[in-house]
Every structure is written in C-alpha cells, then in structure tokens.
C-alpha cells in the first residue's frame, strides 16, 4: 500500500483500539457493499479482540449485504439499549458530513478511507484513493499486524472488494487485488455463494425498474453521454427505495461509445446524481462542481432545490466537461 506512514497511522488506530472498549461504527449513507462489508469486518476484529460494538446506522444495511456474518444477530441486538460509545471508527466515508443523520462521534474517532476527495477531520484519517476499496486497506492494516484472518473476517473483506472493483472488472483490479482475494478464499470467503448473495438476491420488482430506466436511456455528445432518471413516481411504482436498483448507473455505460453515463435520482428534496465514466473523465471533479465527489470513475452529488432545473445544471456541466 503506498500510504507511506502507515505504520505510525497504524499504530495510533490500535492505541486507540486498546485504550477504549465500546467503538462506533460509522459509513457512508445509503451504504453499499464496501461500506457494509469494511464496517462487518471491523465489528469482527474489535469483537475478536474483546471489544463492544454499536452500529451508527445499521437498519439502513441494504437486504443484499444482510448475508455479512453477524449483521442479522447485530440488527436483533440494535433494538435494544445501546453502550454509549468511547470511540468511532468512519470507514469508507470522506467526511462525517456523508453519514447518515444523526452521527454523533464520540471520543478518539478514527478514518479509513479510498476516496480521493476525502476531507475527513479525524483525529486518526488513513486514506489510500489508491486502494480497490475500504476492504483493501483493512486487509493490509490487519497483515503487517499479524492479525489472524478469520473467515467471517474473510468474508466481509472479500464482499468490500468483490463489490467496488465491479467484480474485478475496474482500473482499481491490482495484481495485489487479486492476490489478497486469493488469500481471503484460503480463508473461507466462498466467492460463488458472496456473489450470489450481493448480486442474484434482487427485488423482482428492481427488474422492471430498471427496465423502465433503460428503455429511457437519452443520449448526447454523439453517444459518448448517456442519461436516464428514476423521478419519485416511477420508484413508488415500482416498490419504493427497496426496489431501487444497485449500480444501475454503471450498466447504463456500458454501451458502445459510451464515455460517461449519468442517473439522476429525485427526492423529496431535490436529487441525488450518479456519474460512472468509462475511461477518460473525471467524474470525481465533475461531482465536486455540485460539492459531491467520489473516484475518477465514479461520483455521486446531492442537491437541493428543484428537480427540472437541477438536473438542466448537471447536464450543462457534463456536457462541458465532455467538450474538454
Ligand atoms: P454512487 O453513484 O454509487 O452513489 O457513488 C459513487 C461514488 O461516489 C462512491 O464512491 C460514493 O461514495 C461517492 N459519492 C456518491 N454521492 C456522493 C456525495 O454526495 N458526496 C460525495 N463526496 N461523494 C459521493
Ligand atoms: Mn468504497
């Protein structure tokens, strides 16, 4: 990994693991499934080593991510009364302002983190946007410790990277990528049944959404940009957020031609904004106009105010940005 201090980032993270008992566990909203899979994983290696944990958000773990070792029992145990925290780990998560309403951190907080706009204020903040995923760096944090892989650890870790390498399908695929989802199955990860869990486990109802969200695809720039949107009517018709299909945005790029594919998502509020891009653009820095972020490959923003005209401003600077 080529985050140079590690050691002494390292180092300060387990002093904080061994000076406290009761630690936060804290992703970014609408968490996916290296956000899910990190946070499972730490919840593991704390636990494993004594600790207690309390989930910030755990009710809004997507039911594909609810096969991750232990997060049944932990969603049965949520009802009850929660330890006040003495510590908090943000993982996957640029900046506490990603999480989801009412994070309140508590004590030392520590950041583990792959995004290249990360901006978090952590008294502890690793960050490597060289990394696969959140996944990637806890593996590597628990190897030059000599922590021991357990396979509920495996399991969690394989998931994180399986989901944000696209299946090892995307530019963040590493020959060490690799090699660590090797040593993960040695362990116990059992990839086919992971990806049948994170991938074959759909809504039907998600189906003919995104059906209906393909059949709407709009194209511009000669076929290199490609938009479609879920407006709140068509998601209620088709069974609500839980219907709302994953990573839809980066189907919708894989058409010939495609440079950049953009979904917009509307809320009570405003919109929410995916970019995927192929190859050339930095949709990380075409999200950060709208003061979102993410990678170079793929962003996201929420805006507020009204849906026409937001989604009118996002084109225009895509479109921009696709002229460049
Ligand atoms: P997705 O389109 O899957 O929601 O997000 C793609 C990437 O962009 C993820 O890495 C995600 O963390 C990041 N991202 C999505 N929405 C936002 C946002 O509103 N702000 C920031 N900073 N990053 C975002
Ligand atoms: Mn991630």
């Known amino acids: 990994m080529p985050i140079e201090n590690l050691k002494s980032l390292s180092d300060a993270m387990f002093g904080i693991i061994g000076s406290n008992q009761v630690f936060l566990l804290a992703g970014h909203k609408r968490p996916d499934g290296d956000s899910m899979g990190a946070q499972a994983a730490l919840a593991h290696i704390l636990r494993d080593m004594g600790k207690t944990i309390v989930w910030h958000d755990l009710n809004a773990c ?22 006040k925290p003495d510590a908090t780990f943000l993982l996957d998560c640029s900046s506490t302002e990603r999480v989801a309403p009412g994070f309140a951190p508590q ?15 952590t008294d502890v903040n690793i960050v490597d946007p060289a990394a696969s995923s959140t996944g990637e760096m806890l593996y590597e944090i628990l190897e030059a410790r000599g922590l021991p892989l357990t396979e509920a650890v495996a399991t969690c870790l394989y998931t994180s990277i399986l ?20 040593r993960l199955i040695e362990a116990g990860a059992d990839p086919a049944a992971i990806a049948r869990a994170c991938f074959e486990n759909r809504e039907p109802a998600s189906l003919i959404l995104e059906g209906a969200v393909l059949a709407d695809l709009r194209y511009e720039c000669a076929g290199r940009l490609v938009w479609s949107e879920i407006r709140l009517d ?9 219907s709302e299909p994953e990573d839809l945005v980066s189907k919708m790029r894989s058409a010939r031609g495609v440079e950049v594919s953009i979904l917009f998502k509307e809320t009570p509020t405003g919109l929410r904004v995916s970019f995927r891009s192929k ?14 972020g993410g990678h170079a490959r793929a962003a996201g923003a929420e805006l507020t105010g009204g849906y ?5 401003q996002v084109l225009e600077t895509a479109r921009a940005f696709m002229a460049q």
Do not use: W
Not at 279 to 292: I, K, S
């Open 62 to 83: 997507p039911p594909a991510y609810r096969f991750l070792p232990g997060i049944e029992a932990d969603l049965a145990r949520a009802k009850e009364p929660q330890p």
């Open 308 to 312: 026409d005209d937001l989604r009118r």
């Open 107 to 121: 004590g030392p907080t520590v950041c583990i983190d792959h995004h290249q706009t990360n901006q978090a204020t």
């Open 234 to 242: 068509r998601l209620a018709a088709h069974g609500g957020e839980a």
């Open 279 to 292: 190859h050339v653009v930095d949709v990380a820095a075409l999200a950060g106009r709208f003061e979102g």
């Open 163 to 182: 989901t944000d390498t696209g299946s090892f399908r995307y530019s963040n695929t590493t020959g060490r990528v690799m090699a660590i989802a090797g």
